[in-house]
T-cell receptor, first 115, second 112 residues
Framework: DAGVIQSPRHEVTEMGQEVTLRCKPISGHNSLFWYRQTMMRGLELLIY????????DSGMPEDRFSAKMPNASFSTLKIQPSEPRDSAVYFCASSLHSNSNQPQHFGDGTRLSIL | GESVGLHLPTLSVQEGDNSIINCAYSNSASDYFIWYKQESGKGPQFIIDIRSNMDKRQGQRVTVLLNKTVKHLSLQIAATQPGDSAVYFC???????????FGTGTSLTVIP
């Protein structure tokens, strides 16, 4: 059974460029989450979706970040324009039901470096 | 929102010994907790969960203890192996929705 799939695994780009991170959740899961992980701040929740609808985007750092979920099997996190401080590992996770007692299943992340 | 904190950022144990990783939480209304393991270059991996109507739950070589009185969780790993070396997070979801808040994690190093 395939887990959460993220692409690319690594991305290196120059500041000012647009970056698009992709996620395919586990089939049948109806909640999807985007996280950012850094050494200083640990794992931070950016945004999550239930049934393809954004529920809470209060963790999105600023307007340069946007996320979409056009269907149940695909989501993107976009940064435009990117800045060096956006360098981090970005994780996508999904869970089966949109209630509080379900574990989230994580992908292996996208390591983003902005030069 | 309220946050999860970990008592120690690093822990080193001898192979074969038992490991105990601690976690404090602040939301007294929390009713569900999860422990995750994160190996280098990978995403967090679910280990074990516990609901607030329990004070202990056991898995394979792992036990989670919950003390609601002092809002404390611990993860015990029996006969720690080199493959257990990783960062361990406890997660405390808020009451609404399916969000999880993580602390910075505890890095466990197993010494052969």
């Amino acid at each position: 059974d395939a887990g959460v799939i993220q692409s690319p695994r690594h991305e290196v780009t120059e500041m000012g460029q647009e970056v698009t991170l992709r996620c395919k959740p586990i089939s049948g899961h109806n909640s999807l989450f985007w996280y950012r992980q850094t050494m200083m701040r640990g794992l931070e929740l950016l945004i999550y979706f239930n049934n393809n609808v954004p529920i809470d985007d209060s963790g999105m750092p600023e307007d340069r970040f946007s996320a979409k979920m056009p269907n149940a099997s695909f989501s993107t996190l976009k940064i435009q324009p990117s800045e060096p401080r956006d360098s981090a590992v970005y994780f996508c996770a999904s869970s089966l039901h949109s209630n509080s007692n379900q574990p989230q299943h994580f992908g292996d992340g996208t390591r983003l470096s902005i030069l | 929102g309220e946050s999860v904190g970990l008592h120690l950022p690093t822990l080193s144990v001898q192979e074969g010994d038992n490991s105990i990783i601690n976690c404090a939480y602040s939301n007294s209304a929390s009713d569900y907790f999860i422990w995750y393991k994160q190996e280098s270059g990978k995403g967090p991996q679910f280990i074990i969960d516990i609901r607030s109507n329990m004070d202990k739950r056991q898995g394979q070589r792992v036990t989670v203890l919950l003390n609601k009185t002092v809002k404390h969780l611990s993860l015990q790993i029996a006969a720690t192996q080199p493959g257990d070396s990783a960062v361990y997070f406890c997660a405390d979801p808020p009451n609404t929705g399916n969000q999880f808040y993580f602390g910075t994690g505890t890095s466990l190093t197993v010494i052969p």
